[in-house]
């Protein structure tokens, strides 16, 4: 399988990963509340569990904004700001560019490694392959970039 791995690339760190997530929450959590804004204005008031399947009509549109922020930061950059900051970047082990299917599959699936306390993100560890539940599922890997030369 070809893969577009930089050769001066390495695997990322357990804390370098978790740094990068600490940004991109930061940025994720800006989104969110800018998101926010047109519904709430429109109910005229911020949603409750009280307002039923309004609410998780709510908070599955915020979801979709966090998701789409991953998936359109990869597309365009191959990183997301979190990344960028840890020099971390996304590549492709197929051939040619990331596929949107790509993208979002592994956006979904990184939702799913974190959840039950990081275990799909710890896997990598214990794997002889050294990739996440993400990377797995979406045929991509993020690597360390070596720092460039000024």
């Known amino acids: ?30 989104i969110a509340m800018i998101g926010s804004l047109p519904p709430v204005v429109i109910n005229g ?15 599955s549109y915020v979801l979709l904004l966090a998701i789409a922020y991953f998936v359109i930061s990869w597309r365009v950059k191959h990183c997301t700001i979190g990344m ?13 560019p990331f596929s949107w299917r790509q993208l979002v599959t592994r956006a979904v699936m990184g939702i799913v490694a974190w959840l039950p306390l990081g275990i799909g993100v710890w896997w990598q560890y214990t794997a002889s392959n050294k990739r996440t539940w993400h990377d797995l599922a979406s045929n991509t890997r993020v690597v360390v970039l070596k720092k460039r030369k000024r």
């Open 1 to 30: 399988m070809p893969t577009t791995i930089p050769e001066s690339a390495t695997l990322p760190g357990a804390l370098r990963r978790i740094g990068a997530l600490v940004y991109d929450l930061l940025a994720v959590t800006a």
């Open 45 to 59: 008031v911020g949603f409750t569990k009280d307002d039923g399947l309004i609410y998780l009509l709510y908070l």
């Open 84 to 96: 960028k900051a840890w020099r971390l970047e996304l590549v492709n082990l197929q051939d040619g």
